[in-house]
């Protein structure tokens, strides 16, 4: 059968990772958490104490990064590595959320990032979600969705995630950098996150995951139905 390509582009903390990899798992297709690669690069810059404000010292750290996703055999879910180290735990760090934002905005950041999530689409069968892909990465997707939740909902999920890592964590902490990130994200000059006009709007609000997982397989097959005629 046809393979597809899925997008999941939103807000933060509104469950597209839950959603894509519930797809993906669906459909036997790749899952890619682009998300992962921002952080990844992020976590390299922080780690490098780079100042990211000259911009030939972040072409050249770039040189020194190589990004690979590879499945967990314990859990079977795709984990970000970064030189070869496991990074998927520290990536989710705050110390790195405060800066990802501003990493994600640098122009050979995305060159770099957006080169590679393009190439792992060559061959279709992937979920890919994050802020600028149904309009920049796979502009000609298949099927794309836009993901929003209420701001309660958010914080309160990303909380939860959080305080099981850092018990000190606190609500106000969080909802700073969701806000600040959504700001930051949705206000860049490059690839700013955007609803592409063909997105099908996903408010998760008041649903489960089972439901909006149900509602998404719904209009993959009706794609891929579309992709046999
Ligand atoms: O999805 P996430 O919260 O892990 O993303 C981390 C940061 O990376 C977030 O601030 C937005 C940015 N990002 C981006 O600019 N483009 C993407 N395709 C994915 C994430």
New binding site residues.
Partial sequence: MNKIIVTI?GW??CG??TLARGLAKELGYVYI???????AVTLYFLRSHLDWSDAQAVADHLKDISLSFHQNEHTGQSEMFLNGENVEYV?RDLVV?EK??E???LGPV?TF?VAQ?RQMGEKKGIVM?????GTV?FPHAELKFFMTADNAVRVERRFKELYTKNPNISIEEVKNNLEM?DY??SH?DI?P?RQAEDAVVLDNSNMTMDEQLQFAMDLVRQRLKLQIQ
């Fill in positions: 582009d933060s903390s597209k990772s958490d682009s998300g992962a690669m921002y952080r990536i959320a990802v934002s990493v994600a905005a995305r990032a999530q979600d994050g802020r600028d892909i990465v990130r930051i994200d860049r690839s996150l």
